[in-house]
Nanobody, 120 residues
Framework: QVQLVESGGGLVQPGGSLTLSCAAS????????MRWYRQAPGKERELVAF????????VYADSVQGRFTISRDNSRHMVYLQMNAVKPEDTAKYYC?????????????WGKGTEVIVSS
């Protein structure tokens, strides 16, 4: 059973930094790409960052490009999101995600999320 558990959220001032962590279990971690999503109140969930299974390829949403960094430690089954120069519009619940193809189609796995509030 795949489990994803996020941590590291909290209150941070504009311009500050925060690192989110996601602990994964129940899967062959180095075979799975990983993603961070976020959902702000009243808005749809959006993709923030993607990292390939061995970490050599990353993609970012335009809104976080140059400020956020996704990374992973396959030996520890962990994925991280380093958030720098945060803005009030980064306020959201952040979710760790992975997915796999099955005979019934793609299956997404989600954590329960960690809340980030950017405010002075």
């Amino acid at each position: 059973q795949v489990q994803l558990v996020e941590s590291g959220g909290g209150l941070v001032q504009p311009g500050g930094s925060l690192t989110l962590s996601c602990a994964a279990s129940g899967l062959t971690f180095n075979a799975f790409p990983m993603r961070w999503y976020r959902q702000a109140p009243g808005k749809e969930r959006e993709l923030v960052a993607f990292i390939s299974n061995v970490g050599g390829f990353t993609v970012y949403a335009d809104s976080v490009q140059g400020r956020f960094t996704i990374s992973r430690d396959n030996s520890r089954h962990m994925v991280y999101l380093q958030m720098n120069a945060v803005k009030p519009e980064d306020t959201a619940k952040y979710y760790c995600n992975t997915y796999e193809g099955t005979s019934r189609g793609a299956v997404d796995y989600w954590g329960k999320g960690t809340e980030v509030i950017v405010s002075s």
